[in-house]
């Protein structure tokens, strides 16, 4: 196999999907979250009449929808590199997961699709109720589409309901496709992380505003919506993530091992604050670690006992290192999001929170925090899955294409040109619209826009001035 320093085609292609795979979760997770968002201002405005959260609701579908077509767009690209890159996944795989990313198509993204129209366009057109219905729907729909693709994703952790003949996989049970072991631990934790990264991002908005003292209506309801959101989610997060680990510690030993760098299953394992994993060596450097803790939290037993990396072959042993930190980033960043949302509510119920400006004004730079935490999250599931791209039927080497190293160098180069062109262009048209804050929706219908092409102008319009 073709090499350069010490990078091989299989490697290279995995740093390609990984790359455009980082870009494309980012926007649907926000999506979800954010049509969630949408359908709730819309409600309270349906029921309440009170008309800053009708503005406020106008203000994110502008952004949603800059975001929806940055992840239509960077998820198109994950099907040419299976195509291209990965031919070998789609041809032993493909009869499993195939109708999966097809049923997505036909119900959620057709159903979001169908009343995106409206939702976009129909402000001050429609009756209330067929606009706020048509936003529910919408919000329906893209949780919908993250239902399909988590049990995709799942089922290549946990894979479930097939038969193997010459080599192939075949659909037994499709009960047991979609709903495989892992699916309902990572699809409530992933939509709980996309629900914490939308909160985050209208938060700092409305703090940002706060601080300025502008919108104070809009701003109010966006940090009180954002504060309340992460008190309730994030602990839950927590008590969700303890049933997935119990769930990944029955069917992926060796990712559990990987992430708390536990090498001998011997003995009680320690809770790894820090250490410096070595895998040659087999043994942790500079390790900074609490006696039999990792056994409780693992295993719900002081002196439980789980199997240590040793237990594998290496063959079998996810990379350490990168599943190891990026699983302590991810814990300390919903730490961190539990710290804001409990000091916000209590600021909040003291009624000293529009007065803190020490809280207010760090909290407006806050939004990466659930993206951050997103991606780290992504990071501990997808390289602990190594070396197996479908846990136990197929190894991530066999699934590659018959593709040169040059011609995967130079899709990967192309992309990341393309990616910093596009992407760079669709955030600063985020930032810019943020910036400028909501807006009153004109009174007079004809002054809205008709067509998509007619929205994009208009967004180009208020980003620039």
Request: net charge negative; glycine share 2%.
């Given at each position: 196999m073709e090499t350069l320093a010490g990078v091989d085609t299989t490697l290279l292609a995995r740093v390609q999907f990984a790359f455009t795979i980082a870009f494309h979760i980012i926007f649907p997770s926000f999506t979800i979250g954010l049509s969630a968002f949408i359908a709730t201002l819309e409600l309270r405005w349906f029921y309440s009449g009170k008309q800053h959260f009708h503005t406020l609701a106008r203000f994110w579908t502008k952004i949603f929808a800059v975001s929806f077509a940055m992840g239509v767009v960077s998820g198109?690209?994950?099907e040419y590199q299976i195509g291209t890159n990965w031919s070998r996944f789609a041809e032993i795989i493909g009869n499993t997961l195939g109708p999966l990313f097809s049923y997505e198509v036909l119900t959620a993204f057709f159903l979001e699709a169908s009343f995106l129209g409206i939702m976009l366009f129909g402000w001050n057109r429609f009756p209330p109720w067929l606009h706020t219905l048509a936003s529910v729907i919408v919000a329906f729909g893209t949780m919908l589409s993250g239902f399909w693709i988590l049990s995709?994703?799942?089922w290549m952790h946990t894979p479930a309901g097939f038969a193997?003949?010459?080599g192939i996989t075949y659909p037994v049970d499709w009960s047991d496709i979609i709903f495989n072991p892992s699916f309902p631990y990572r699809f409530?934790?992933?939509?709980?992380?996309?629900?914490?990264?939308?909160?985050?991002v209208v938060l700092a908005a409305g703090a940002r505003y706060m601080v300025q003292g502008r919108f104070e209506a809009e701003a109010r309801t966006m940090v009180h919506m954002g504060l309340g959101m992460l008190a309730i989610l994030a602990p839950l997060q927590a008590v969700v993530g303890d049933f997935h680990g119990l769930n990944t510690l029955e069917h992926q030993p060796a990712k559990i091992a990987a992430?708390?760098?536990?090498?001998?299953?011997?003995?009680?394992?320690a809770l790894v604050l820090f250490a410096w994993p070595d895998k040659e060596a087999e043994r942790n450097h500079a390790e900074i670690a609490i006696p039999n803790l990792g056994s409780l939290i693992i295993t719900h037993d002081w002196n439980g006992r789980f199997k240590g990396l040793r237990?594998?072959?290496?063959?079998?042993r996810p990379p350490v290192a990168p599943v190891f930190f990026m699983f302590r980033l991810m814990v300390g960043l919903g730490l961190l999001m539990m710290a804001i949302g409990f000091t916000g509510v209590f600021l909040w119920w003291r009624g000293r929170l529009h007065r803190a400006t020490w809280f207010l004004r760090p909290l407006s730079h806050a939004w990466p925090v659930g993206f951050m935490a997103l991606l780290a999250g992504w990071m501990v599931t997808e390289i602990g899955r190594q070396s197996w791209i479908a846990y136990g039927v197929l190894r991530t080497a066999d699934a590659v294409s018959p593709v040169t190293f040059g011609s995967v160098l130079i899709s990967l180069a192309l992309f990341v040109?393309?990616?910093?062109?596009?992407?760079s262009i669709g955030i600063w048209y985020i930032s810019r619209l943020i910036g400028k804050g909501p807006q009153q929706i004109p009174a007079d219908p004809e002054a809205l826009p008709n067509r998509p092409l007619s929205a994009a102008q208009e967004t180009t319009r208020e980003a620039s001035t």
């Open positions: 198109i690209v994950m995709a994703n799942s193997i003949e010459n409530t934790h992933m939509m709980i992380a996309t629900y914490l990264t939308t909160s985050l992430i708390e760098a536990h090498w001998d299953g011997s003995e009680p394992a237990d594998f072959k290496r063959e079998d040109l393309v990616y910093c062109v596009v992407f």
